[in-house]
Each structure stands twice: as structure tokens, then as C-alpha cells.
């Protein structure tokens, strides 16, 4: 279980394929109600998205099929993960309308301003999350959106609630931690979406105004 818990912050190997291939089944209708969320939001215009840490691909697959005018990014600090992101969505990067990028939040100050910035599930795994936020915070245009996925403590699979913090990785025990983390790094208006129900929920959506 160590070892499991310890791919999910970079899948690397044969068992990080592994990990991919499960995180397409497992959150995949979480990433794709993410970006549809986003959608009411925002409207479908020429912008400018990046998706930090994309995984598999599935949220860049629906980002491109929603945005269809959208310049797309996903970077992401897993080979594994880039390579399973640009097969889902051959056609896309082929057509230079996804671009991905081995990197992290650093790498984002090539490409503001940026429109919007999604991450689903990868907050537990910023050990520094408010330099993280506010690097995202600066790179955003004004009144730019963050749209930040994840899920509480109580609420995730034993294994990670176990494991994840061993591995330095950082739990969140209710909206209102999330919501003085981003306020604390710059942004305003934040608003709250659960999917599913509040009992057993799918996952959580912050979004966050620059």
C-alpha cells in the first residue's frame, strides 16, 4: 500500500501505468463533470487552458471537446502519465491544439497569461500549497479562473488516508481549509460544487477568481 500511495504523487514504471490506467476508470467522470462545471463559467471562447497534472488525460479529452476553440496545455511531472495524456488525445496534440509538457506549477509563467487553470486531485500533494497557489495566482489573467479538484480526508479511500500522509502529503479535513488557502493566496469569490451527494460525495470543486 506504501508503495501504491507513493506512484500516485509521480507514476513512474510498470505500476505506473498501472496507476494511470485506474485513475482513467476511477476519476474519470470526476475530471470530466470538473470541466463541465467550468464550462457554466466561463463561455465557449478563443482562451487559453492549462490542466496541471492531467494524469491519463481524461479532463484535457473533455477540456478540448467543451473548449473547442481553446488553446490547450497539460504538464505534468510523470513521463508515464504524458505519454498516456497524448494517446487518449492523439488527434489534439497532431492538430497543435493540446501541447503537453513534462513540468510543474514553474512551468506555467511561460504560457500567462492564462484563462484557466484546472488540477484535479493533485492539492494533497503541494507540500508547500500556498507558494504553489500563489504561483498559480500570478500567472492567471485577472479575473482568471482556478479550478482546484479534490477530495476531503474522511471522505478519501482508507489507503490514502493512511498512507499519503507518510508520504508528506497533505489531507484537508473541510472546504472552509481549502477555501483560507486560497484566499490567503490571492483569490477572491471562491466558490464551492460537490459532486454526488454531501454524505458520500464524488469529489469537490473549488473555483477561485484572480
Do not use: C
Amino acid at each position: 500500500m506504501a508503495m501504491i500511495a507513493k506512484q500516485f504523487g509521480r507514476p513512474h514504471g510498470p505500476l505506473g501505468r498501472l496507476i494511470g490506467h485506474g485513475m482513467a476508470r476511477g476519476n474519470g467522470n470526476f475530471g470530466r463533470w470538473v470541466v463541465g462545471e467550468i464550462r457554466k463559467e466561463r463561455p465557449d471562447e478563443a482562451i487559453r487552458i492549462v490542466e496541471l497534472g492531467p494524469g491519463p488525460g481524461v479532463a484535457l479529452e473533455e477540456t478540448l471537446k467543451l473548449f473547442p476553440q481553446a488553446q490547450v496545455w497539460g504538464i505534468d511531472l510523470s513521463p508515464e502519465m504524458l505519454s498516456q495524456s497524448r494517446k487518449r488525445n492523439l488527434a489534439a496534440v497532431e492538430g497543435n491544439r493540446l501541447s503537453l509538457m513534462k513540468g510543474d506549477s514553474t512551468s506555467l509563467a511561460q504560457l500567462q497569461p492564462i484563462d484557466i487553470i484546472l488540477a484535479n486531485h493533485v492539492l494533497y500533494f503541494w507540500h508547500q500549497a500556498a507558494a504553489e497557489l500563489a504561483r498559480l495566482h500570478d500567472v492567471l489573467r485577472p479575473g482568471g479562473l482556478l479550478a482546484l479538484g479534490y477530495q476531503l480526508r474522511q471522505n478519501m479511500p482508507p489507503m490514502a488516508q493512511t498512507h499519503f500522509p507518510r508520504q508528506g502529503h497533505l489531507l484537508y479535513e473541510s472546504d472552509t481549509d481549502v477555501e483560507t488557502l486560497l484566499a490567503d493566496s490571492g483569490f477572491r469569490s471562491v466558490m464551492h460544487r460537490v459532486m454526488g451527494s454531501p454524505e458520500s460525495p464524488h469529489g469537490r470543486l473549488a473555483l477561485g477568481l484572480a
